[in-house]
């Protein structure tokens, strides 16, 4: 099946529209001698969700959440790490001192009021008050200091990367590219069904895609364990490319490239959004990335024409088993796979 190898919620969602689609596999292969194949009309792929590329996100997990005030949850092991430092040591010690002062500040105003305290005090120094509140600040930064700079040292010395992606922002909408598996790709933001904008064709975005605005036609897949590279540039002004459950946020600039990584054990699908004003649609180049088993992930690199290295070219390729099934279902989609040609007018 082509819908094989789903992540745990998406083989839920996927189980009504399993024997569907197995019905339409087993009668596929008498109709394929037929001469109207879909290669003949040049049909897009049509969106399978449950499959790799489409899976069906998990709203607990890698979206921003109604009413929702903290962090979101970390699936990366800088992002657990910093969400831990910020929730239990930082968030302490600023709220402490935040008490500390407010209290020393309302205990001042009613001591030392003008009624209570008709003849005030003349000092104007004492060496010791002076000396504790001259170092006890400084030994908090230092304490706060010695743990920040191991974050960020650890976030700028990445481990050797077992998957590499570039990624260009453009205004306005991402595209990204696999330079070792020969895959790339633009990914467009899905409009909403009653948008006036959206054209008759154009795909448009469902809860299966993900949140209003965050939800875009093509999502970056990669594997779950596995260290991923992401070099990020961008082709026009600056951007931003931020994923909230990576703990990942770094510029986008022009005729630069920065690096960072990321390795996530968690498959799902996580949302982000640029995050540098860029433009008029800044607001509308959201950031999908879906996390899959690697050998989810070497499927969906054979599926999109490219090659894990090593391996040799076209060895990887969709099984027969699954073609048929894809081409079946090809008519049960109502609607039309790629957004390109109507998002060129954004
Ligand atoms: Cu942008």
């Given amino acids: 099946m082509a819908a094989a190898g789903l992540t745990p919620a998406a083989a839920q969602a996927q189980a009504g529209a399993t024997t569907e689609n197995e ?4 009668t596929a292969p008498a109709a394929t001698p037929a001469p109207a194949t879909t290669a003949a009309t040049a049909a897009p792929a049509p969106i399978v969700y449950g499959s790799v ?4 996100p998990d709203p607990k997990i890698g979206m921003p959440a109604p009413g929702g005030y903290e962090i979101e949850e970390q699936v990366t092991p800088l992002g657990q790490r910093a969400a831990h430092f910020h929730n239990f040591w930082l968030m302490i010690i600023i709220t402490s001192i935040s008490v500390f002062v407010l209290a ?23 060496t010791l008050i002076e000396v504790v509140w001259t170092l006890v600040p400084v030994l908090i930064l230092v304490g706060i200091a010695i743990p920040s700079i191991g974050l960020l040292r650890a976030q700028y010395s990445p481990p050797p990367a077992d998957v590499t992606v570039k990624i260009t922002g453009h205004q306005w909408y991402w595209s990204y590219e696999y330079p070792d598996n020969g895959v790339s790709f633009d990914s467009y933001m899905l409009k909403e069904q009653n948008d006036p904008t959206r054209t008759k064709d154009q795909r448009y975005r469902t809860d299966n895609d993900g949140p209003p605005l965050l939800a875009a036609d ?5 594997p779950a364990g596995k260290v991923v590279k992401f070099i990020i540039t961008a082709d026009d002004v600056i951007h931003s490319f931020a994923v909230p459950a990576f703990w990942t946020k770094l510029d986008a600039n022009p005729g630069q490239l920065n690096e960072t990584w990321v390795k996530v054990d968690r498959p799902g699908v996580y949302f982000g959004q640029c995050s540098e ?12 990335i879906e996390v899959v088993t690697p050998a989810q992930y070497a499927q969906w690199i054979a ?33 039309p796979a790629t957004n390109q040609p109507a998002t060129a007018q954004n």
């Fill in 277 to 288: 004003l860029c433009g008029a649609r800044h607001g509308f180049m959201p950031i999908n």
């Fill in 104 to 126: 020393l500040l309302l205990y001042t105003m009613v001591r030392f009021r003008r009624g209570a305290n008709p003849t005030p005090s003349r000092n104007s120094h004492n």
């Fill in 303 to 335: 599926s999109k024409g490219g090659t894990m290295p090593g391996a040799k070219p076209g060895a990887a390729a969709v099984t027969p088993a699954a073609a048929p099934a894809e081409a079946a279902t090809n008519t049960a989609i109502e609607q």
């Fill in 23 to 26: 019905a339409a596999a087993t």
């Fill in 53 to 56: 590329g489409h899976a069906i």
């Fill in 218 to 222: 093509e999502r970056m897949v990669i």
